[in-house]
């Protein structure tokens, strides 16, 4: 039961590069969520999903699409990467809309 | 809007000190608070959910308690491994969906 996976751990993008960012759980949640972490600004919500084929804006949606095509992923995209989208990603899934349990994170660096 | 605030940013304690990290709150009907631990370089890791005024958790040397406008997560006699960042999320109402409402998290660091 590896819980929450993120891939890649790591990755530098140039300006305008684009990129997917894959999270998979293996304990059947229905809920998933994309964070990003900056310093001094705590973890902000970029999208969630609510079940397999479902996906809603969080707080800071712009720059980033995603896609629910099996339950047990959820996968964000980067279509024309910018320096402010330079972050630490956390991906986390849930069975109700409380105990969200997280992924070990994604370090992103746009140049 | 809801927001949660948490005390002191940065905290800096002796093996042994017992204190107390605060977390403030003001959302229009909570579902729940939770307290999360996260070591540099790594995910949250979930302690503890909390649903109504009075009530209490404990983990180890952690307990946490909730009050109608704040929680407080009481460390008592901690040691070195205690050293993390603890964050304090607050379940609400936004858009029409719950979601989870971070603070900016208090770094805690225990010297031995």
């Known amino acids: 039961n590896a819980g929450v996976t993120q891939t890649p751990k790591f990755r530098v993008l140039k300006t305008g590069q684009s990129m997917t960012l894959l999270c998979a759980q293996d304990m059947n949640h229905e809920y998933m969520y994309w964070y990003r972490q900056d310093p001094g600004m705590g973890l902000r919500l970029i999208h969630y999903s609510v079940g397999e084929g479902t996906t809603a804006k969080g707080e800071v949606p712009d720059g980033y699409n995603v896609s629910r095509l099996k339950k047990q992923n959820f996968l964000l995209g980067l279509e024309s990467a910018a320096p402010s989208q330079t972050s630490v990603y956390f991906c986390?899934?849930?069975?109700?809309?409380?105990?969200?349990?997280f992924g070990p994170g994604t370090r992103l660096t746009v140049l | 809007e809801d927001q949660v605030t948490q005390s002191p940013e940065a905290l800096r304690l002796q093996e042994g000190e017992s204190s107390s990290l605060n977390c403030s709150y003001t959302v229009s009907g909570l579902r729940g608070l939770f307290w999360y631990r996260q070591d540099p370089g790594k995910g949250p890791e979930f302690l503890f959910t909390l649903y109504s005024a009075g009530e209490e958790k404990e983990k180890e040397r952690l307990k946490a308690t909730l009050t109608k406008k704040e929680s407080f997560l009481h460390i008592t006699a901690p040691k070195p491994e205690d050293s993390a960042t603890y964050l304090c999320a607050v379940q609400a109402i936004q858009g029409g969906s719950e979601k989870l409402v971070f603070g900016k998290g208090t770094k805690l660091t225990v010297n031995p």
């Open positions: 986390a899934s849930s069975g109700e809309v409380n105990t969200q349990y």
